[in-house]
């Protein structure tokens, strides 16, 4: 038996963003300060840099895997373990770890307890892979977590320019099946554009883009239909993406 107090109902404390097993918290002020730098902290908030933490409840999940280093504190009956099942599979992980900029072994937690991560000054942004057609890509480093219902894995670029121009790596990143992942984003969810292509294309200048349908093909084009053209409206390479699918754009990055 547990019993937690002075968390979720701490009056500095909001709930930002809900879904599945995943509440993404927020401290409205920043109270671990002195007078030294209190001043700057108070502006902070005022412009919505908070510090924010993942709180996960295994009870209403099947297990989740999470951003290598990312766990804080455990409470309850909490299992977790590294999800290899081999030297190959190790291997394998190591791989797409270097290939997606991100970590090669991602734990994995099941249970009925509690989870919190460590506090992070980004935008945690839970989703549904249902919304993206059942197949979510996202960019280096953006994976936070994901319920182990989906599978990961990783998509090659479909061509070497895409790898050497579009500053996304050759790969990327994959979830595919049911279920919810987290996103961590520079930006809040209120930002992002949100594209919806019908059969359609979209064309960016530069790696706004931080999460996009599987099924949407990705490559790197000239801005203009000749190399002259590019240089002189000064956009150059641009990123293109095709099909039908659903994608999240920031307005910086």
């Given amino acids: 038996m547990n019993r937690l107090t002075n968390f979720l109902e701490n009056p500095n404390i909001k709930t930002v963003a809900q879904r599945g097993p995943y509440t993404v918290i927020q401290y409205e002020r920043d109270l671990s300060v002195d007078a030294s730098n209190a001043l700057s902290a108070y502006y902070a908030a005022k412009m919505n840099v908070h510090k924010r933490q993942l709180v996960i409840n295994l009870a ?101 320019s895409s790898a050497v121009a579009g500053g996304k790596g050759l790969f ?33 200048d530069g790696s706004f883009v931080i999460a996009w349908s599987g099924s949407l093909s990705f490559t790197v084009e000239r801005a203009g239909q000749t190399l002259i053209g590019s240089a002189a409206s000064g956009e150059g390479l641009v990123n293109v993406y095709r099909g039908s699918g659903k994608l999240l754009m920031a307005p910086i990055r």
């Fill in 60 to 160: 209403q999940s099947n297990g989740i895997c999470l951003q290598h280093g990312a766990m804080q504190w455990m409470l309850g009956n909490v299992q977790m373990n590294t999800g290899i099942k081999g030297v190959g599979d190790l291997i394998g992980k190591a791989f797409k770890g270097a290939a997606t900029k991100e970590a090669a072994v991602n734990p994995e937690y099941y249970g009925d307890g509690l989870l919190v991560t460590e506090p992070t000054y980004k935008f945690l942004l839970p989703v549904n892979v249902s919304d993206f057609g059942g197949s979510l890509v996202v960019d280096d480093e953006c994976f936070y977590s994901c319920d182990l219902t989906l599978q990961r894995t990783i998509q090659t670029r479909q061509n070497m």
């Fill in 172 to 204: 990327n990143f994959m979830m595919n099946g049911r279920g919810i992942a987290v996103i961590e984003s520079y930006v809040p969810m209120e930002e992002l554009v949100e594209v919806d292509l019908q059969d359609d294309v979209i064309k960016v």
